[in-house]
């Protein structure tokens, strides 16, 4: 083809017909200027499908992660409600003396009244490390990265909360099992083969009279419907970007 170019040039020149010759020369740099740009809007036509691959990768890993999360979430949810059900029953007299008639039953809601507290949260491994890696941009759907920097402000919120919770546990609520209960029987629930001799047993409609303790359970009552909520608008964020990316996924296949 350049051959063919170059023949031409030579043959017009030799003919003294310069006009041509200017015409055919601008002619030629036309071509091999649309040619660059085909070439340029070919490579950029192929950049683009490569980055949008690579979304559509990443976006099918952060909704699996996702799915996780809200599995997990919905199990945390579980957890805090069953805490928050359990301390309510044992603050209210009459509930009180009807888990007191099952002896199973009385160890294990005051062993869980008393010492456990849900701490674990969702975790999205997929998004921190697109965030790490500075690759966040990847996702190109405006509303998707919105939603994401407001899931990551839920979880930090919570993860905060729930740090707060521990520490006012940990100053404040343990002194029951300290100074109130003989906490041997319940530290048997949590460890049945452990061989050791459990004391008096504990005389739960007394305690719960005890206002300190009251006060306590109360204000562990009140954490855990706090953490409630917040795992509870985390869960649904968490469902409204699951539904986006979704969306996103599926209009990338039509």
């Known amino acids: 083809m350049i051959k063919f170019f170059r023949h031409i040039r030579k043959r017009l ?12 020369a601008i002619g030629e740099i036309v071509l091999v200027v649309i040619g660059i740009l085909i070439a340029l809007q070919i490579n950029n ?5 490569q980055i949008k691959k690579v ?7 952060l909704l699996e992660d996702l ?23 044992i603050l209210h007299t009459d509930s009180l003396k009807t888990i007191l008639n099952d002896k199973d039953k009385t160890v294990e ?13 969702p975790v999205i491994n997929t998004y921190s490390d697109l965030k790490n890696a500075g690759k966040i ?10 939603r994401l920097s407001i899931l990551e402000a839920n979880i930090y919120n919570l993860d905060k909360l729930i740090q707060d919770r521990m520490n006012v546990h940990q100053i404040r609520i ?8 003989n906490f041997l029987p ?13 004391g008096p047993q504990n005389n739960y409609i007394e305690i719960m009279a005890i206002p300190k303790v009251r006060n306590l359970m109360g204000i562990k009552s009140v954490l855990t419907y706090e953490a409630l909520g917040y795992r509870k608008n985390l869960h649904n964020e968490i469902e409204s970007i699951i539904k986006l990316i979704s969306t996103e996924l599926h209009e990338s296949e039509n």
Request: hydrophobic share 35%; glycine share 2%.
């Open 109 to 121: 809601y005051f062993n869980r009244a008393f010492w456990d507290f849900e701490i674990k949260i």
């Open 174 to 181: 343990d002194e029951i099992c300290v100074e109130n209960v």
């Open 186 to 198: 319940l530290l048997k629930f949590k460890m049945p083969d452990y061989n050791i001799s459990l």
């Open 45 to 49: 036509w192929n950049e683009a499908r």
């Open 137 to 146: 941009a990847i996702v190109q759907n405006d509303s998707i990265r919105d």
């Open 13 to 24: 020149l030799s003919e003294g017909k310069t006009g041509k010759y200017l015409t055919y």
């Open 67 to 89: 799915n996780s999360a809200k599995s997990f979430s919905a199990q945390y949810i579980r957890s805090e409600q069953h805490y928050l059900d359990i301390i309510e029953t």
């Open 55 to 61: 979304e559509k990768e990443i976006l099918n890993v």
